[in-house]
């Protein structure tokens, strides 16, 4: 017999569907959908359960996403039998679904709603929403289905081709690229414009092109057939502008015209772009329209920007080199303005030509480059190791503007942030109307969530405890859209530094803009709510009239690039000279600064007083610098903080006793100027600090502990080792003698016994000093004499009798108790004292 699992693996993996169009439903257009449905009432208490499923509440529900939620609050109103819905009925269904208009999807629903119970309910809508939470890979479920089901999909993307191709479960898999069947594209491996030099090692040739910001696809063609594919799979021939022949289509009839006669088959890579009709430029991602969705009337017409062909009449290309294959891909069609283009590739072999096409990029304001190796041959989905590269200019650390926004309201997550603010909406200030004032009136611009880990946010939420409110202050303009569910007033607020790659028009911000692929970089607790940037700030960024302004703010020189500041923090190079007899001569750093390669420290004062061996003071006044530190011989009521190594000497003593500044270890300049913390500059650790101000000590106290224990954040070995040196530090100021313990087991335990220290009352003497026997007895506080004097009570031995010497010491101590070490471990075992009976030694 014949059968597919197609049909079940769809339903099981609905986020890998790609026959199946857009069901165009989400949480917010279901819980609408279901309102209406049920007659609920848009402002009705249950009503306004489903659309804030987010927000917590007083009841309890089983599961903490949508679906779970809205069959807790509707589980009254559904059929309490089960349906005779099957699996080809469900099927049915979705695809219903996916055709219908808003008002035929309710007609629609309300047939369904009226059969299936609460439990079909739920799993229906997590199908719909293509998300089962069966917290299983999907990689385990193809896996489960067939070995060779992962490396397939990594190709094809496509479950159809899976159950067909694997039906057998002893079949191999083995693909190669075919005409109107999707593959996965190749990918580009991410690099830094600062590690360039590591392309050029070798004599290494390149071609460098633009990075264009549209819909990756790929265009196949035989015989006067078209498809076209995005890059995850999804066929978007029969969409409007596309279609499969060149009579049923905008983007087939470009290709029917330019197509070059010899060309009878062929697949090609590129980027989808919308061409503005008017102003003749390419758009990009970040423009308000869907370039697989434009139609006759948009402002935008679809164009395709080739770069590479896998297969030219039939003739598989993918292990050809790349320089092949562009001859093989400008010999196939025509260039047609604003229709089809040819991705122009430039030939390089140096770095520093590299250099100068990236700086042409971002004066273009263009989103990257992209870098080819000539002989790179064309690998499905894979990214690292082809020889393949993007650069952005957000990439790299200091090219990019960042702007520092103060946080205004929260919103609820959703899954494992069920309950949890997990993003917030980030706002700038209006200019106070008299200069010195504090600014009255803040605008929103963003909501961001990304840069914030899960104790960060914990941080966050904690921190804000009791300051969240339901209204909105008065003195905030919130967007149009999207409100958060809860807002905090600005004095009550914090600043974070929001690293962004552009500003883009916004109809929804009260600005005029926003930011596109915003994330959070710094949490400015050393920055007072007050400091946050204005709209002056902000709209200084803005350069022209385009709707997308680049973030980009100074072009790469070529120091960015040399071999040198790649050991940024660490010029171990000078250092053997540094040490040996004959001195270098030292520069003037002051007259000739560093090359600055981070914001780290952002023109905050920071006073050397004294380096350790492995960093001198001159050194790290110059790794300061090249950090934008504003580096000074002494310190003043602006100094961020005082560097020292040893605080026994007379100067570092001097200003340890003022206790006017922050002074701290050479330990903290090495841990925050490691390149892993280059993207913000974190706070003081409390073992770091030598001496501090009483708001450094006050702000520190809100998350750690007196021994130096974070509240929130796991602790590591190194951190552990720093409290358990704090704890050692600490007790020696504290040193309790017997009567004081005594005193305390008294308190603490019922019969005035610690089952921790049952051999307290005890002081032993162990003849064979290899008994084991005797940690357990110390362990247990008992106190060990390594002779018998007066305090000695008891004698253990291992034997079963006493010898002649040890019987010469006893005979005239009748007081003292001999007895075996058995005892001891005995003892150790019950947790309690036991009778000497069995053990002593007559």
């Known amino acids: ?81 089960s349906s005779d819905y099957t699996i080809e009925k469900i099927n049915l269904f979705l695809d219903d679904i996916s055709s219908k208009s808003k008002q035929e999807k309710e007609e629609t629903f309300k047939i369904l709603m009226g059969k299936i119970n609460v439990l079909e309910f739920k799993w229906i809508t997590r199908i719909i929403l293509k998300d089962l939470k069966l917290g299983i890979e999907k990689k385990k479920i193809l896996k489960s289905f067939h070995p060779e089901a992962n490396s397939l999909y990594e190709v094809s993307s496509n479950l159809r081709d899976i159950c067909d191709t694997l039906r057998d479960p002893q079949s191999k898999y083995h693909r190669d690229i075919s005409i109107f069947s999707h593959f996965k594209p190749m990918l580009l491996e991410r690099c830094q414009i600062e590690d360039v030099e590591k392309l050029f090692g070798n004599g290494e040739q390149y071609f460098v092109q633009c990075k264009y910001d549209g819909e990756r696809s790929q265009m196949h063609m035989k015989d006067g057939k078209y498809k076209y ?147 790179s041959k064309y690998r ?17 650390k200091g090219l990019v503007q960042d702007v520092d926004l103060i946080i205004l309201g929260g919103y609820y997550g959703d899954g494992k942030f069920m309950g949890m603010i997990n993003s917030f909406l980030m706002g700038v200030a209006c200019p106070a109307n008299v200069l010195g004032e504090n600014p009255t009136k803040f605008l929103s611009v963003v909501s961001v969530s990304n840069g914030l880990g899960v104790n960060k946010l914990k941080e966050l939420c904690k921190m804000f405890e009791g300051k969240w409110q339901r209204e909105c202050p008065i003195n905030v303009i919130p967007p149009k859209l999207e409100r958060p569910n809860l807002w905090i007033r600005p004095e009550n607020s914090i600043i974070l530094t929001i690293l962004a790659t552009e500003m883009i028009q916004s109809k929804d911000y009260p600005t005029g803009y926003s930011l596109r692929f915003p994330r959070v970089v710094h949490i400015r607790t050393d920055k007072p709510w007050y400091g946050v940037c204005t709209t002056t700030d902000l709209l200084s960024l803005v350069k022209n009239t385009r709707p ?199 308190e603490l335990f019922e019969n005035g016994i610690s089952p921790y220290s049952i051999f307290r009352d005890i002081v032993g003497y162990f003849r064979d000093q290899s008994d084991l026997s005797k940690f357990e007895f110390r362990f247990m506080a008992g106190t060990i004499q390594e002779t018998i004097d007066d305090s000695v009570t008891h004698v253990f031995i291992n034997k079963s009798s006493v010898d002649a010497e040890l019987k010469n010491i006893i005979d005239n101590k009748s007081s003292l108790t001999i007895i075996k070490s058995e005892w001891i471990q005995e003892c150790f075992k019950q947790n309690a004292i036991i009778p000497y009976s069995n053990y002593l030694i007559q």
């Not at 499905?380 to 790299?396: H, P």
């Not at 790290?620 to 003043?636: C, D, F, G, T, Y």
């Open 1 to 81: 017999m014949d059968v597919s699992l197609f049909p079940i693996l769809r339903l099981l993996l609905p986020q890998l569907e790609r026959e199946r169009g857009a069901h165009n439903l989400k949480q917010k257009s279901l819980a609408d959908l279901y309102i209406s449905i049920f007659c609920l009432g848009k402002n009705s208490k249950i009503a306004n359960e489903l659309t804030q499923y987010k927000v917590p509440s007083t009841k309890k529900y089983a599961g903490c996403d949508f679906a779970a939620k809205a069959a807790s609050i509707l589980q009254d109103r559904l059929p309490r039998e």
């Open 548 to 746: 997308i302004q680049k973030l980009t703010k100074r072009e790469v020189n070529y120091e960015d690039i040399e071999e040198t500041p790649k050991a940024k923090t660490r010029k171990i190079i000078k250092r053997s000279s540094m040490l040996s007899e004959e001195k270098p001569i030292k520069s003037n750093i002051y007259d000739n600064p560093p090359v600055c390669i981070t914001r780290l420290f952002d023109d905050k004062e920071i006073c050397v007083i004294s380096g350790d061996n492995e960093w001198p003071k001159e050194q790290i006044e110059e790794v300061l610098m090249q950090h934008r530190a504003k580096v000074v011989q002494n310190p003043s009521e602006k100094t961020y903080c005082i560097i020292i190594n040893d605080p026994k000497k007379m100067k570092e003593s001097h200003y340890i006793q003022t206790k006017k500044y922050d002074v701290v270890s050479v330990d903290w300049f090495k841990r925050v100027t490691k390149e892993d913390n280059w993207s913000a500059l974190q706070d003081f650790l409390p073992w770091e600090l030598i001496c501090c101000r009483e708001s450094t000590k006050c702000r520190l106290a809100r998350y750690f502990d007196d021994y130096y224990d974070h509240y929130t954040v796991d602790t590591n070995e190194e951190k552990l080792l720093c409290s358990f040196k704090r704890i050692e530090e600490m007790a020696k100021d504290v040193e309790l003698g017997y009567v004081e313990m005594k005193q305390i087991d008294q």
């Open 380 to 396: 499905l989905n894979v990214r690292n190791g082809t020889g393949c590269y993007k650069i952005k200019a957000e990439y790299s």
């Open 229 to 375: 594919f995005t890059r995850q799979g999804f066929d978007i021939t029969n969409k409007p502008g596309y279609g499969e022949t060149s009579s049923s289509g905008f983007m087939s009839s470009v290709f029917a015209r330019l197509l070059k006669p010899q060309v009878k088959s062929l697949i090609l890579d590129g980027e989808l772009m919308g061409w503005h009709k008017e102003e003749k430029v390419l758009g990009s991602k970040g423009m308000n329209y869907d370039v697989k969705n434009l139609s006759e009337n948009s402002c935008h017409q679809i164009c395709f920007v080739a770069f590479d062909i896998i297969m030219y009449n039939d003739d598989l290309l993918s292990d050809k080199p790349y320089e092949r294959r562009l001859e093989i891909l400008k010999d196939a069609f025509e260039e047609e303005e604003g229709c089809l283009l040819l991705c122009k590739s430039t030939k390089i072999s140096k770095r520093e030509e590299l250099c100068k096409m990236f700086n042409e990029s971002i004066k273009n304001e263009e989103e990257g480059i992209v870098v080819k190796k000539c002989d």
